[in-house]
């Protein structure tokens, strides 16, 4: 009777313990708007926090409303800000046990100050007792936020000297008679679109060299017809005028893979490889890390397995592969991720290849999830290593994707280069919304590859094409012979993924040089015998290797030109090249030196399409970002 009773209280304890706990719990919601027009503001940045320590943040979506779920009950202060806007902050939040608190937040638009404040020193700075509330500062004339005020022409420091981007030349244009065949990998990366986002949204113009204009463009869906047949993708092709010089063309070549849902993916067998180190000790880097991974977890299922391996001054395994369906372990075990140390990235990608092999699931997905701001200074430090050490690890039939975190560490180019020698796929994370879109909207093309080694190689008809200039992917092209060559790696594709290719075309007749050379003689007759021998532009090939299979499968589609104009075009032609032309504008690209942002703007909203999740609508507030502040440079 005695131990009856004492197990009674014991279990009376912990009922109580559990519902008191439960009733200690609140909920945050709110709405960000424009003060003046009450219009809705998507993609404000709203941070949380407590005892003046930053404990959370997130983005107000679509409809500008955002959540903060399962706080403690007690005091919080919130942070809304947006570029454009003053900094709104909120302090003394009530959150009770139980209940939702809500915040209306009103953004006032920022006051221009007439005269230039010179910003030499970031740190201890004060204006009138006050320290400097100093945000987006970078080298150079730009335009920062001081107090809420828009300041136009200041000069100051935004240190992000320590973050590596690879120098990249904008392809030239090409005569189809010098050089017939251009040949290129297939991306479906998306980490730069995000990246560039991420100075936009904090009042900076993006370094040159972190603009991919292959990867601006290929972040956005397309209304490509689904894959029917025995292959994995679709092809579609289109040519029209040139949006930005009606004397050139622009042929668009895309590719669409079969669409699938996460639960009809095959059985998936997740490591992931979490930076811990120092470096990561921030709510946009591992703090968000975190929140995204909770948003996976959701999605798992009994027969998925995840495990958790962190590297900091070393790597362990903090979470041996655990059943989907065991959510609360799993999330208690993110939980308690914290940060401190070096980084030895080389030992944590070594021990996350022997977890994932030692649980290889044959016909499943195995893959490696390696989260990080690519800062790897302890163990494999060479790039060149951990390369060779990636290549052959692939070879097991495990896969690598990245996902970039933070800012002013970047290591965008080691990033990018280990995704792609790893059969994955890089992106970069700045806020919840974007977590949400890669970890759980796309994450059956995150994880599920249809096809690797995608190669296409374009052939020019000379008849129609004087000239002609990939867009972007210069990182990508490959040699003519690579082709044919089944053990050169290219690029994968997930499931639902798109791949958008753009060709700015000189047309035959024109009078506009290819490359300032002169005219040759022979050429000249070899054009006579052509014209109007065909009304094909080009010839596209493509080749592909199924995800379990060494040889690969070849598909050939013909580009049929006609007298299209850009108005005609379909919506995914239209707004590729507004991304285009906007990707070109940032790189200071010659062919874009006359056109607007306005005229940008303008192409993008007349192609926007249905945009259910709102992202082609956010990308025309980055274009007006992007206005803003080169007008603020002049």
């Known amino acids: 009777m005695k131990k ?184 479906v990366d998306r980490a730069s679109y995000a990246n560039t986002r991420r100075y936009l949204n904090d009042g900076v113009m993006p370094p040159v060299n972190a603009v991919r204009i292959e990867e601006m463009i290929n972040y956005f869906d397309y209304d490509y017809p689904d894959p029917v047949g025995d292959h994995p993708f679709s092809i579609t092709t289109e040519f029209a005028d040139c949006p930005w010089n009606k004397d050139r063309k622009i042929a668009m070549i895309g590719l669409q893979a079969k669409r699938m849902d996460l639960s009809e993916t095959p059985p998936n067998n997740l490591v992931f490889l979490l930076d811990v180190s120092g470096s990561m000790n921030s709510y946009d880097k591992l703090g968000l890390l975190k929140e995204g991974m909770h948003l996976l977890v959701d999605q798992m299922r009994e027969q998925d397995h995840i495990s958790i391996v962190v590297y900091a001054g070393a790597a362990g395994l903090v979470l041996k592969p655990t059943s989907g369906d065991q959510k609360a ?80 560490n970047i290591k965008d180019h080691t990033m990018e280069q280990l995704a792609d020698k790893g059969n994955g796929n890089y992106n970069y994370i700045d806020n919840i919304l974007e977590a949400k879109k890669v970890l759980v909207k796309e994450m059956s093309g995150t994880l ?25 992917y210069v990182n990508r092209q490959l040699d003519a012979q690579d082709f044919n060559d089944d053990t050169k790696d290219a690029g994968e594709l997930g499931a639902g993924h798109s791949v958008t290719a753009l060709y700015e075309i000189i047309p035959t007749g024109s009078e506009e040089k290819v490359l300032d050379i002169d005219s040759l003689k022979y050429q000249k007759q070899v054009e006579k015998n052509l014209k109007g021998n ?3 532009i080009l010839t596209v090939k493509f080749r592909y290797k199924k995800p379990d299979e ?42 874009t030196a006359d056109l607007k942002y306005e005229k940008i703007m303008e192409l993008a909203r007349d192609a926007k399409g249905k945009d259910k999740e709102g992202y082609r609508a956010e990308f025309v507030k980055l274009v007006e970002t992007a206005q803003l502040l080169s007008r603020a440079n002049k």
Do not use: C, W
């Open 4 to 187: 009856l009773l004492t197990l009674t209280l014991t279990l009376t304890l912990i009922l109580l313990s559990t519902l008191s706990f439960a009733q200690d719990i609140g909920h945050i919601k709110g709405i960000v708007q424009d003060a003046q027009t009450k219009e809705v503001i998507p993609f404000a940045n709203i941070i949380l926090k407590q005892n003046g320590a930053q404990i959370a943040g997130t983005t107000s979506d679509f409809e500008g409303e955002f959540v903060f779920l399962k706080l403690k009950a007690g005091e919080y202060d919130a942070q809304i800000s947006y570029v454009g806007y003053q900094t709104k902050n909120i302090k003394g939040l009530i959150v009770k046990s139980g209940d939702t608190t809500f915040i209306n937040a009103n953004l006032e638009v920022v006051i221009e100050v007439e005269h230039v404040m010179i910003i030499q020193e970031m740190a201890d700075m004060e204006y009138d007792g006050a320290p400097l509330n100093v945000r987006g500062a970078r080298s150079g004339k730009s335009v920062t936020f001081v107090d809420g005020i828009k300041v136009v022409g200041s000069q100051y420091n935004y240190d992000n000297s320590n973050e590596d981007y690879q120098e990249l030349v904008d392809n030239r244009f090409k005569s189809p008679f010098a050089d017939p065949l251009s040949t290129f990998s297939a991306d």
């Open 534 to 536: 065909s009304d094909e």
């Open 448 to 472: 599920f590859t249809v096809a690797k080694d995608v190669k296409l190689q374009a052939e020019f008809n000379p008849a129609k094409v004087k000239g002609y200039r990939l867009i972007g």
């Open 550 to 591: 060494d040889k690969s499968i070849l598909l050939e589609s013909v580009l049929k030109g006609d007298d299209s104009d850009f108005e005609s075009a379909s919506n995914n032609f239209r707004f590729a090249s507004a991304v285009a032309a906007f990707g070109m504008k940032l790189r200071g690209s010659e062919s």
């Open 329 to 408: 372990t799993i999330e208690e075990a993110i939980n308690r991720l914290s940060a401190g140390g070096s980084t030895a990235g080389g030992e944590g990608i070594q021990l996350a290849y022997e977890v994932a092999e030692k649980n290889f699931k044959k016909n499943g997905n195995n893959r490696i999830i390696l989260a990080t701001d690519g800062d790897f200074n302890v163990g494999i430090t060479n790039r060149s290593k951990l390369i060779e050490l990636i290549e052959e690890k692939r070879k097991s039939g495990v896969f690598l994707s990245v996902l970039g975190f933070g800012t002013g």
